[in-house]
């Protein structure tokens, strides 16, 4: 078993808070079953994480959120209601992480952690609004399930490899960072091209007689 050092605490701040920005529940129940099945020594802060209770919702919510964030359009809605749950755990995973260090520096890792997921969380939602723009299906399907993978394996990559999640997740962030600015220049470009044309069509417009 791997004991839980202050290495795997600054990856659950870094690493588990961007997985919990993409698939909170995946991300939660990762970290109960990894303890759970002894491949990592929680500390009594996140102990309640291996209970049947903790794993079982969050297993049922992972199903649910599976099916519900493939379904084009109504998967903004998802994610959107999801920003409500997804930054505060983060937020709340990463105060217990640090419940070693002191009351400044526990709420410094919160806020680090609930940050880090909502970078993340705001980049699935920018390039998901973008793609749901597309009338086929396939790549919404596709990026929701690249994202459950990446949650999943983000947090075991947090454990079992701290320091290279945490510069891979600090990577992210840079690419997060500029795909949310090219989506954001394209739906800029797209309403401006959509406004011109109204103002086109509207100015061939025959008057009334």
């Given amino acids: 078993m791997q004991g839980f050092s202050e290495q795997t605490a600054i990856a659950i701040v ?5 997985a919990a920005g993409l698939n909170v529940y995946a991300a939660v129940a990762t970290l109960g079953l990894l303890g759970r099945f002894e491949a990592l020594s929680l500390p009594p802060s996140l102990a309640l994480l ?40 983060a937020a709340l995973l990463s105060w217990l992480a640090t419940a070693q260090l002191s009351p400044e520096e526990q709420m410094l890792a919160a806020a680090v952690g609930g940050g880090i997921a909502l970078a993340a969380h705001g980049g699935k939602m920018a390039v998901r609004t973008a793609v749901t723009a597309s009338p086929e299906p396939v790549s919404n ?5 690249i994202e459950d993978a990446a949650a999943i394996a983000l947090m075991w990559f947090a454990v079992t490899h701290p320091y290279l999640a945490a510069a891979l997740v600090m990577a992210l962030l840079v690419a997060t960072v500029l795909v949310v600015r090219l989506v954001l220049k394209a739906m800029a470009a797209l ?7 109204y103002h086109r069509l509207a100015a061939v417009q025959p008057g009334p007689q």
């Fill in 14 to 18: 870094v690493a588990g808070s961007f």
């Fill in 50 to 89: 291996q209970s049947d209770w903790v794993i079982g919702v969050c297993a049922v919510m992972f199903v649910i959120e599976f099916f519900a964030d493939k379904i084009p359009a109504f998967d903004l809605i998802w994610n959107a209601l999801q920003t409500f749950v997804r930054v505060p755990v």
């Fill in 141 to 145: 399907i596709g990026l929701s399930l």
């Fill in 191 to 197: 309403f401006r091209g959509a406004r011109a044309e």
